[in-house]
């Protein structure tokens, strides 16, 4: 199973976006995994369900910083510039309100996620797209030597 299918599955067992990308990354980070998913947790739906930056990216984020802790600013930012460029080049955004008025969905921002049932799974981009990141992370940790 690749990183991204891993993501994926995450998403699909209960994580939120953000957490579902790094988790898939777990056995790479020096975080303990409570720890890692305690962290993510307020940047799911677009930060607190604010539908601001998309959760995959947020947590494709960390996750490039955990992986790359040597990195300075400039280079870091350089590097989730084009998480950001490659994410946005695939889904359009990467803003998680754009990314589900463009599946046709509404933009609840309550606190109060919905029931994650098979309807909802089936609705939503947020699979694919955690997949996506997830994907995206991957590469550039093999372009950089880092996987």
Do not use: W
Not at 34 to 62: D, H, I, N, Q
Not at 67 to 74: A, R, V
């Amino acid at each position: 199973m690749t990183r991204a299918q891993q993501a994926k599955e995450n998403f699909l067992h209960g994580l939120n976006c953000s957490q579902a990308v790094a988790m898939a990354f777990a056995d790479l980070l020096d975080v303990p995994e409570g720890t890692l998913k305690a962290a993510l947790l307020p940047l799911g739906g677009g930060m607190g369900r604010l539908r601001e930056t998309c959760g995959t990216v947020s947590g494709a984020a960390v996750t490039l910083g955990l992986l790359f802790p040597g990195m300075t600013k400039p280079e870091m930012y350089a590097l989730v510039q084009e998480l950001a460029r490659r994410f946005r080049a695939k889904n359009g955004s990467i803003n998680c309100g754009q990314l589900l008025l463009g599946a046709g969905l509404p933009v609840d921002t309550s606190p109060n996620p919905e029931a994650r049932t098979e309807a909802y799974y089936k609705k939503r981009p947020c699979p694919d797209l955690v997949y996506d990141a997830a994907e995206i992370v991957e590469a550039l940790c093999m372009e950089k030597g880092r996987i």
